[in-house]
């Protein structure tokens, strides 16, 4: 279950590449039937955002895909000679270079944002399935369960305490001090050196 939650909020690969075919292509049909009065001075403008969309959405790999096909796309399409992969303009070639080039760079940029967003997600959703096998564990657990900061000597406690010895939790303070005084004066002696020699360790101790 958890892996499968691990993928959430990411889309698959074969998502990011169909991404990546989708978005070059509305770029495409922007450029030549929407609005190629706007872009005729900006010809790669609507393949870079079509790249940069795909690598948010998908990842470094669909937008390397998307950098590919707009390259291919654009050398097709829109250089001369139209229809051909071939380009006649030696400055025609240089722009497109000098657009791949810039296509690749915001795609790995791009690409570090989403990959930083899918740790984030893993990261959240790690936590959430370790509070909730931590729930269950407290409810499977017939005891006194608390955590207690060495520095602060503030003492949170989980549960076990009415279930155990009768106290509500609102009856109890966050502190040791409480603990300590429950123990018996005869043994608290003994369940201070205890205390101090396993401090740090995982034990469990009578008294």
Known sequence: MQARAERTGSPSGVLGYVIAAGTVTLALFVR?????????????????LAVAATAL??????????????????AYFLLSPERSFRIDSSLDGLQLLLFASMAVGVCLLTGS??????????????????QER???????????????????????RQRGLFE????????????????WEQIHPDDRAAVEQRFTEAAGDSVVREY
Not at 57 to 74: E, I, N, Q
Not at 114 to 127: G, I, K, M, P
């Open 32 to 48: 030549l039937a929407l609005a190629p009065e706007l872009f005729e001075n900006a010809t790669y403008l609507p393949f870079l």
């Open 57 to 74: 959405a998908g990842g470094v790999r669909p937008g390397l895909l998307a950098t590919f096909l707009s390259v291919a796309l654009s």
């Open 113 to 130: 944002l989403y990959n930083a967003r899918r740790r984030a997600v893993r990261e959240q959703l790690r936590r959430r399935a370790e």
């Open 134 to 156: 931590f729930r269950l564990a407290l409810e499977a657990v017939n005891g006194i369960v608390y955590e207690f900061d060495f520095a602060t000597g503030q003492v949170e």
């Open 164 to 179: 155990v010895l009768g106290y509500h939790p609102s009856e109890v303070p966050p502190t040791a001090a409480w603990w």
